[in-house]
């Protein structure tokens, strides 16, 4: 039998609870309490989603022509640097 | 943590995004790998040996090797990998297209004219990052230096106690037509703009860039406690900037997603 946990301490803990940087003792009360609270699992799942989402390299994106612009901007530096 | 029991909702996100030494691929066609810290100093051969990977490819090493003896080329080759970490690096943190291809610019220049100070000890993505986001940084603190009536931002800067999620809109699923979007990418744009400058270096850096939590705190110079309780409010902030829409409601120009919540 865990002990109980109240959704602010999970509120509290949800962001090391999906790095899982929490003790298993913890983590078991956590998820004891996810299966009978729909607002903390609403919680747990957008969180999830959030990182999912921005860990997406596919959600930024190069400007159109960054590289060129980049190399241009660097062979003026090497070609300035290499007149002195 | 280490072999910790995973229940099935777990597995999802940290299969996807481990938790130890994860190698981020933040472009999978480049097959390189960007991330790789805490190599001992002075280990340029097992670093170059996790960096000739990439089959044909010259090492890191080797590559630097020649820039310094003024091969230009080499330098390009260097580069070339990482400027889309580069470019997220500066993006996230300006949030703002012209200034942050202008900062990563920079960096590259920076990164250029110092090559001769990199010591090997991290990768070259590694440090150039960590040059672009300083870049970012310096250009934000410069800006908010500027807005001299940017108190809001101050404000929120203060406020340290717990942040409570303010709806409860179940976002069970990520809408798989709303990847890849204009809308999903103006979304996390103005959700990203929506944290202080002290949460979004945070949240950038461990959850954009798959820094670790122990990384993200030597880059920022802060603690590893600290990290951790940036990244709670950051994250939970996203959350809410991001859950109400994501039912589909910004997709749809619909706005009456569910709102629930327990007071």
Known sequence: MVMEISCEEVWREVSNYLDDEITPELRARMREHFKGCKHCTAVLDGTRNVVQLVGDAKSFELPAGFSDRLYQKLDRKLSKDSQL | MHGAQLSPEDTKASTKRGNVKRVAQLDPTQGHEILEMGAPPGSLATTSA??????????????????LRGDDEAFRELVHPCEHAVFMATQVILNNEADAEDAAQEAVLKAFTNLAKFRGDSKFSTWLIRIATNEALMRLRKQRHQKLHDSFDEQREGEEGDYVPRDFADWREIPSEALQTEELRQALSQALASLTPKHREVFVLRDVQHFTIEETAKLLGIGKSAVKTRLLRARLQMRDALAPGMDGSWSTGRRDYEQVRPW
Not at chain 2, 50 to 65: F, Y
């Open chain 2, 50 to 67: 996790v960096l000739t990977k990439r089959q044909g490819a010259a090492s890191e090493a080797e590559l630097i090797e020649r820039v």
